[in-house]
């Protein structure tokens, strides 16, 4: 990327639409789930059809409670309202969402690097459902036909806007994996980006450091990874920076991601803001959470991540990435529960963040994975036996004393190591000719030689070391 | 024809069998229909089936319902399982509801009797039933007049004898201003105290289904039958109907009834104006303390309402694109298809109301149209509380005038939405309201007394209506 990152400062808004993952959709009792046939989760209301009427989900407002509370939002009184606009994918040609008064409002999110970032609001709305152009341009306008499925319709959305508070792709990547992490915690939504139960728009606006005023923004739809989102926001600043470098204006739009390209592509123009001819929905009365049910959720919620990292850097002396790592991976709990268990504070971290990629380790014994980092500390064990115990234990259990017995492992008494090093020099003078002269290649052979006459027992690390020690000062130089 | 009091007590006591009384009614139906033309679909077969069921019930000394064999008129908003709901529509042409508007279904477990479905200004906008796609309905007190609207076919048909209660909606004078041009009874009850589900929107805030009948006592039987709460419309209110048929016959005595000043004056026909002065008089005869009140928000009324019920209806009425169900003109586009279907679908008031709405929405008008008709609906309400301060109950014509002819007003739209003025105040607030047969006018056409009440207040405006419809036999 070519962008001068001491000129320019890339201003990045998120929005990011969750679908809450209730039993039945937002107004109505037809289901919310994903990949049904088409027009199977539906009902009267979900069509649209004349004479039916909406009737609040509670589910989907205790799950938005939940997030409101993990975002420390102000939850309020709120009014439903039509947002008015003609698209055959929406039954009733309006959306009902919520408009001046949202559920949830200020409030803000920790990121793993401890930046603040705000948060606007967090609002219930209905999905829409959706369209497939066939023929033309795959656009409803040149169709040949559309067809609809209106089994997403109705489904309860949880809009979550994000103040312009992020500063990079990065920066904007780990907002929405932490956002994502706490969807998940407090069991709001699965975040699953490639069902579209998370979806992200993105605001992106350039200005040098230093101005005051934020540039002209673009929105960019159709971000369905992670990855792709830090490809946009890259690519995106870059294109406005280049066109302000050539003297041209930014216009406000609305663009497309385009995953294959790596670019976005111009939708709309939104110069002239649309008008949606918002109301208060009149089938619906204001919504108006007693505090008792409020503090009832709040009492419910389980710990966040940041929470989560906080105390697990607090407990083991892990840094703010290990943590990060750690608690991404669910495996904080059993690291405190190792702890308690007496384990090795800095082998805890390291196996955790190194060694148990593995779904498998979050089933790990506490007590025995603690006893591992112990006899890991002591040097019962060299690295290599650690390691392949700890494998082990996390793919069939046991107990770590009795798998590295029964593999024969038992750390080397450093006389023993001592003298099986000298033979080997002494055996070898050539080979350790050349390894005094700095030869990379040869270190490798005594290393081999040294783990074949010790079965596997040694360590390899303090086996380099030994021949280290064993290096003529007058070669080093 | 019979009560339906005295039907359901005939019924219930094996005296007649509901086919009988059918048949009675279906009789009446064919005699006179095709001049008054009160029906868009007349549900012989279905009505055969349910009254055979009703004799079956009865029969295997099953307990029938308070309304046991009693034929019913459902004005054609109300949507009915397998039966063609249209709202007098083109662009509802076909459309069969797959459920029943939950006063149907509370209309069918009383044991009544749907006899068909009646015509109505197309949306229920308008006050003749001139607006409907399939033709008018004719008064059947003189057919070269407007039953009113726009449940006029409900009305008719009651006034007709085609079946002794019916259902309609009124969202500004919609039950309450037919009833009184065709000389029967009709209710508007409290906003949130009948249920609006499976009843086809026109101004949600507004709308209210009530009934049509031939007297006091029946319209309250109706009443309790198809209110209380019902937990799919969230604006139903969590309690029963009041309890009105207990206090029919309790009398006006020590009651405080205002007459309305604003709706005395200009623009009531002066014949209209007698018979209400009349009603007021003998109220005060009958012990009730009788006295003239000013509720002065009721004046922008006509106002705030044509900006609130069409910028519902704009949106309310979006779903009929084509797409999904109804009628669709089939064009190269999606967008075209949507246009030419609602140019071809819809009539000219409902286009009309769609282009008000839309625009009292818009961005840049919102604040001075509905944001402020929001505001008078507000201060209307306080006036109104300000009244029932003193009064138990008020008392207003009906309509400015008794019926009219066929075309009088359909070239001016301000003169027909004129007809609601004394009647759209109380949807503004929510209120409940009446018209109760007074008398005839000039031209010898029936007369209607409206009686007013706060909201949950049936029972006083109950007892007034009865009191007045006893003064007169």
Redesign the interface.
């Given at each position: 990327m070519s962008i001068d990152l001491s000129v320019w400062e890339i201003v990045i808004g998120l929005e990011v639409h969750t679908e809450l993952a209730t039993r039945t959709k937002l107004f109505c009792s037809a289901p919310n789930e994903f990949g049904g046939e088409p027009n199977t989760n539906i009902d009267?209301l979900t069509?649209?059809?004349?004479?039916?009427?909406?009737?609040?989900n509670e589910q989907a407002v205790e799950l938005a409670i939940r997030v409101g509370l993990a975002l420390n939002c102000k939850i309020d009184r709120s009014v439903f309202s039509?947002k008015?606009y003609?698209y055959?994918d929406q039954?009733?040609?309006?959306q009902i969402s919520q408009f001046d008064l949202p559920i949830n409002g200020e409030g803000w999110l920790e990121l793993p690097s401890g930046k603040v970032i705000g948060i606007e609001r967090a609002h219930l709305e209905e999905d829409t459902g959706k369209s497939t152009h066939v023929g033309g341009g795959g656009r409803?306008?040149?169709?040949t036909y559309?067809l609809?499925d209106y089994n997403r319709a109705g489904v309860p959305l949880l809009e979550i806007v994000g103040r312009p508070d992020l500063r990079s792709g990065d920066e904007a990547r780990a907002y929405v994996s932490e956002l994502r992490a706490i969807l998940v915690a407090v069991g709001a939504s699965d975040g699953k980006m490639e069902e579209g139960s998370l979806r992200v728009d993105c605001n992106v606006s350039v200005r040098k450091h230093g101005d005051a005023e934020l540039g002209t923004r673009c929105e960019i739809k159709n971000i369905n990874s992670l990855r792709s989102l830090g490809r946009a926001v890259d690519y995106e600043a870059e294109r406005q920076i280049d066109m302000i470098l050539a003297g041209e204006r930014i216009e406000q739009q609305t663009r497309h991601w385009n995953e294959d390209e790596g670019r976005t592509l111009k939708l709309r123009s939104k110069e002239q803001?649309d008008?949606y001819?918002?109301?208060p929905e009149?089938?619906?009365?204001g919504l108006a959470p007693s505090q008792e049910w409020i503090d009832r959720v709040r009492e419910a919620l389980p710990l966040l991540p940041a929470a989560r990292r906080h105390r697990l850097c607090e407990r083991s002396g892990a840094d703010t990435a290990q943590a990060a790592l750690i608690v991404e991976r669910g495996l904080d709990d059993l690291c405190l529960a190792a702890l308690d268990c007496g384990a090795d504070p800095s082998r805890t971290i390291t196996h955790a963040e190194h060694n148990l990629s593995d779904p498998k380790a979050l089933e790990l014994d506490p007590e025995m994975f603690a006893k591992l980092t112990k006899m890991d500390a002591d040097g019962d064990l060299s690295s290599t036996q650690t390691k392949t115990v700890l494998a082990e234990l996390v793919q069939l259990g046991g107990d770590p004393g009795e798998i590295a017995e029964a593999h024969g492992f038992k750390a080397m008494d450093s006389g023993e190591l001592d003298a099986v090093v000298d033979q080997l020099i002494a055996e070898n003078p050539e080979q350790w000719q050349r390894f005094c002269e700095g030869d990379p290649k040869i270190s490798g052979f005594f290393v081999g030689k040294v783990m074949k006459a010790t079965q596997g027992q040694a360590d390899g690390k303090v086996v380099a070391s030994l021949l280290a020690d064993r290096v003529p000062n007058a070669a080093k130089e | 024809m019979s009560s339906a009091i005295d039907i359901a007590a005939s019924v219930q006591s094996g005296e007649r069998s509901a086919l009988e009384v059918l048949e009675e009614h279906l009789g009446a139906i064919a005699e006179r229909e095709s001049e008054v033309h009160a029906f868009n679909l007349v549900t012989t077969d279905h009505a055969i089936a349910a009254a055979t069921a009703v004799d079956e019930l009865l029969a295997k000394g099953g307990p029938l319902g308070p309304l046991a064999g009693v034929p019913v008129a459902i004005k054609d908003n109300?949507?009915t399982r397998g039966v063609a709901?249209t709202?007098s529509s083109k662009i509802?042409e076909g459309?069969v509801?797959?459920?029943d508007?939950t006063v149907v279904t509370r209309l069918a477990a009383a044991g009544a009797i749907m006899v068909g479905k009646t015509n109505m200004d197309e949306f229920a906008m308008g006050s003749s039933t001139e607006n409907s796609a399939f033709g008018p309905t004719r008064n059947p007190h003189d057919l070269s007049r407007v039953p009113g609207g726009s449940s006029g076919g409900s009305a008719a048909a009651v006034a007709a004898g085609f079946a002794p209660i019916s259902l309609g909606s009124d969202t500004g004078g919609s039950i309450r201003q037919p009833a009184a041009l065709c000389g029967v009874v009709g209710v508007k009850p409290t906003y949130g105290t009948v249920s609006?589900?499976?009843?086809?929107?026109f101004?949600?805030?507004l709308d209210q289904v009530g009934p049509f009948a031939n007297s006091v006592a029946e319209a309250a039987l109706v009443c309790e039958v198809i209110g209380g709460h019902d937990?799919?419309?969230?604006?139903s209110l969590p309690q029963a109907f009041p309890a009105v048929s207990e206090h029919l016959s309790d009398g006006v005595a020590g009651m405080r009834i205002g007459l309305i000043t604003e709706m005395m004056g200009e623009g009531i026909a002066p014949d209209v104006a007698k018979r209400i002065r009349a009603a007021a008089e003998w109220l005060a005869a009958a012990g009730a303390e009788v006295e003239e009140v000013s509720v002065p928000a009721v004046t922008f009324g006509l106002s705030a309402y044509y900006l609130v019920a069409p910028?519902?209806a704009?949106?309310n009425l979006?779903?009929y694109?084509g797409?999904?169900?109804g009628l669709r003109v089939d064009a190269p586009?999606?967008?075209e298809m949507?246009e030419l279907t609602r140019t071809a679908g819809f009539g000219d008031e409902v286009k009309r109301r769609i282009m008000l709405g839309?625009y009292a929405?818009?961005?840049g008008y919102?604040d001075a149209f509905?944001g402020t008709a929001l505001k008078v609906r507000t201060l209307i309400r306080r006036d109104f509380d300000a009244a029932y301060e003193r009064f138990d109950a008020l008392l207003s014509p009906t309509s400015p005038t008794t019926a009219f002819s066929f075309g009088d007003k359909t070239a001016d739209p301000m003169s027909m939405y004129l007809n609601d003025v004394c009647t759209i105040a109380t949807n503004l607030a929510g209120h409940p309201a009446m018209s109760v047969p007074y008398g005839l006018g000039a031209d010898g056409m029936p007369v209607g007394a409206q009686v007013l009440a706060p909201a949950l207040g049936e029972v006083a405006m109950f007892r007034v209506a009865a009191a007045l419809e006893g003064s007169l036999s």
């Open positions: 009267p069509l649209g059809l004349p004479g039916s009427l909406p009737v609040l039509r008015n003609f055959p039954p009733t040609n309006y409803i306008h040149d169709a559309s609809v803001a008008d001819r918002y109301f009149p089938d619906l009365v | 109300l949507c709901t709202c509802l459309w509801p797959p459920y508007a609006r589900l499976g009843l086809i929107a101004g949600s805030s937990p799919g419309d969230s604006t910028a519902e704009s949106s979006s779903r694109d797409v999904r169900y586009t999606t967008g949507m839309t929405l818009s961005a919102y509905y």
